[in-house]
């Protein structure tokens, strides 16, 4: 579809650069200046007390590939084609082989709607370079929805999320624009495949993946320069099982702050290695994550460009426990309820931090309300795309619709003139939505509704349905309103009251 001409609005050097950095299954509470008290966080929490830190934030979905799809669309999970983790891989075992390990011949998810534009798409036709590492879960290899032709100009990591669970996998995908890529390919791993994927000897591959992906995010942000603007989205793997990474000073130093360590068998059909030590492999794994973030940080220093660059840190959704993680350890004081896979609030709101020096206020603590279908016209607002909706909306596509509200002037301190009247989640796998619209959040599994009040009752105790029928019947209106039916993704509606 045509993305139309450059605004004149801004100088190609006056827009600001954007680093969306959005890590894997990191619950509400695993950060230090979320209130963490076992794992170290010192970059982040240093990123929090120079800008904003919101603590009402929502993903898009309770689970990778469909969150990621409502940030790339700027639709809601109801609206938006991608809803689940529909795979790709299942009967496409052999006859790939790296060394002695069988591994898939197509790997990937269901490809997000060719027909609707998507962010990448957005800012390299508005003159930015655009760069994407980590993971991809927008369409398997070979689909019509890869890197190569959504916009992405340097990509390197995993095409498909499945694959992500091993971090010392076979291979990583890339491609590269400026190197003269064609499509997306296959980036072997030699060392990894000497050793098998699975057993004792996996602890010999060296080639570990989330510094791989951070490297080459690293050295995408070298080749920038001042005067042309950068989209980077690093959606990074860690800290997401399997809980495995490499046995150096960082993972040692943990190891004797868990005298009561839990242990893991492993899962391999999963990708899940065993791992003796998972609370310290868990911790570890999101310093790593932490230190990544501060050299991602100093890098922009270094290059002259942390005073024109927006930074992002977020995670995709809530708390996994698969791989041997542990979320109720780790956020043992409770205050929200669910993990990944729930649209109750421990699933869905997530930690999410916003620096801007000199643009964004320092040490501020925001309360607004938003979720990741609001950062398309976020980010088109911070760099001067005006009229987003009527110049990418297609015509040709039937009900082609975006349903994000920019959260400019709340990123940058100020007060929010337009908010939303309610959000909206839904979710196939465990057949769930959620609504809220104010304090009052409506949760809804296999088509039985429950009402709580988030003002007297964030952990969602205590169901309120009963005494105020009018609102769950407007928040049953609501959801009436903004599912449209799916057939590969489908969900249970309450009865209309």
Known sequence: MGLGLLPMGLAAQQRPNIIYIMCDDMGYGDLGCYGQHYILTPNIDRMAAEGIRFTQAYCGSPVSAPSRATFMTGQHSGHTHVRGNKEYWADKLVPAMYGENEDYTVVGQEPYDTAHVILPEIFKAQGYRTGMFGKWAGGYEGSVSTPDKRGVDEFYGYICQFQAHL????????????????????????????????????????????????????????????????????????????????????????????????????????????????????????????????????????????????????????????????????????????????????????????????????????????AFYDLMPTFCEAAGIDDYESRFRNPRLKDDRFDGISMWPAFTGRPQPRQHEYLYWEFHETDMIGVREGNWKLVVEKGQPRLYDLASDVHEDNDVSASHPDIVRRLIDHIYSEHVESTDFRVTLPPRR
């Open 167 to 370: 971090y010392f996998p076979n291979f990583l995908n890339a491609f590269s624009r400026s190197a003269g890529d064609t499509a997306v390919r296959r980036v072997v791993l030699e060392q990894n495949i000497r050793h098998p994927m699975y057993g004792p000897d996996y602890i010999n591959r060296e080639q570990y993946s989330a510094d791989l992906i951070h490297r080459q995010a690293l050295a995408w942000l070298d080749d920038q320069r001042p005067d042309e603007p950068f989209f980077g989205i690093f959606t990074y793997t860690l800290p997401h099982a399997e809980l495995r990474q490499p046995v150096d000073s960082l993972l040692m130093s943990y190891v004797p702050c868990f005298p009561e360590e839990k242990t893991y068998g492993g899962e391999p059909w999963s990708r899940y290695n065993p791992t003796e030590h998972a609370h310290a492999e868990f911790a570890a794994m999101i310093t790593r994550l932490d230190r990544q973030v501060g050299e991602i940080l100093q890098k922009l220093r270094e290059k002259g460009l942390e005073d024109n660059t927006l930074v992002i840190f977020t995670s995709d959704n809530g708390p996994h426990e698969e791989g041997g993680a542990d979320p109720d350890f780790f956020n043992r004081d409770g205050l929200l309820q669910g993990k990944k896979r729930s649209t109750y609030e421990g699933g869905i709101r997530i930690p999410f931090i916003v620096r801007w020096p000199g643009h964004v206020p320092a040490g501020k603590v925001s309360d607004q309300m938003f």
